[in-house]
């Protein structure tokens, strides 16, 4: 049988990969997938608590889809199934339609609520925390993880703060790179820290890196997190405090340019609605979400320009990140 292509192959083609890794991260496939080198259908079901015949059936269909790849273990004559370098490249595109269309998911259901009574709507309707992260994370692997960690590895630090660590894997990365290197991982989350703290363990860092839960706005009355760093990374993070506390961020921006002055401030973080032809729609998504369903501002490369040398720092360089709308902000006072 010959089936004609049509253009919409490859909305199809991404629709049902998006489906797939969805199950599988519901299921806890795809983390155990991301973990290990290989695995084994009964291996992994008894890990899981899954029926075997969904186990395999679903493998299977990722290897149909090559994204798996299938041998023998030698020893035991088992299927082991690893994933191809396809995988990671999959997982990275379907982020952005599971953080769309699922993470923001409660938002856009409610929409005629928040067209109607944001106030209301912005407390009753919220999105899952754990979702969010992990949609984030599969967006950032390929997309902006890289580019942070490139720019803070020319810097040469010996001490990060990184603002909105999550569970510190940034921190974790840098420093298995980085020799000596310490650092501060600052986060709201319990669940993120209690998370951070055990990664640490596991890497043998957590005498080299503490964690500190708190919300980046406490840093005003604790700066001793500041003290001797040589970068202070805010991912994401300071978008946060816009538009209701800017006076907060503008307090912390100049307490960082004075309590560590000879330390280089990364942001990384998005500019409103990018012009830029390959950017504009996801841009223009993600600004209209942050803006009338998260009650969110985003500042331009020249408002964010402008707010940096106002608290102090004199040498700005702006850089674009895999991600549409996302920027990466150098600022230095010296």
């Not at 009964?42 to 299938?70: G, H, M, P, R």
């Not at 006076?247 to 340019?257: E, G, K, M, N, P």
């Not at 998005?270 to 998504?285: C, I, K, L, M, T």
């Amino acid at each position: 049988m010959s089936i004609e292509i049509n253009n919409s192959f490859a909305a199809q083609d991404i629709a049902g990969k998006a489906i797939l890794f969805e199950i599988g991260a519901q299921a806890g496939i795809v983390e155990s997938l991301e973990r290990k080198s290989h695995v084994t259908v009964q291996a992994l079901a008894t890990e899981l608590c899954i029926q075997k015949d969904f186990l395999a059936s679903y493998l299977d269909t990722f290897k149909n889809l090559n994204l798996l790849d299938v041998g023998t273990d030698p020893t035991t004559g088992e299927t082991v199934y690893q994933k191809t370098s396809d995988f990671a490249r999959e997982k990275n595109k379907i982020g952005y339609i599971s953080w769309g269309m699922q993470s923001c998911g409660p938002l856009l259901a409610n929409t005629k609520a928040f067209t109607t009574d944001f106030d209301s709507a912005v407390r009753t309707h919220h999105r899952c925390g754990e979702h969010v992260a992990r949609t984030s994370k599969w967006m950032g692997e390929k997309d902006f993880y890289p580019h942070a960690e490139e720019t803070i590895l020319k810097l040469h630090p010996k001490k990060i703060v990184d603002l909105g660590s999550g569970t510190c894997g940034l921190l974790i990365r840098l420093a298995h790179k980085i020799k000596d290197l310490t650092g501060i991982g600052v986060d709201v989350s319990k669940d993120a820290c209690d998370d951070a703290k055990s990664q640490l363990k596991k890497a043998n860092l957590e005498k080299r890196i503490e964690v500190f839960q708190a919300p980046i706005q406490r840093l005003l009355a604790h700066t001793r997190v500041f003290k001797n760093a040589d970068v202070i990374h805010a991912g994401f993070v300071f978008h946060d405090l816009l538009p209701e506390e800017e006076r907060t961020l503008d307090a912390l921006l100049s307490c960082i340019s004075t309590t560590v002055p000879n330390a280089t401030l990364v942001i990384v973080d998005a500019v409103p609605f990018s012009q830029h032809e390959h950017e504009r729609a996801f841009s223009s998504a993600f600004s209209f979400l942050h803006k009338f369903f998260m009650g969110r501002k985003l500042l331009s490369e020249s408002a964010w320009q402008s707010k940096l040398e106002q608290a102090g720092f004199k040498n700005i360089e702006i850089k674009p990140l895999g991600i549409s709308g996302g920027r990466i902000f150098v600022a230095k006072t010296l």
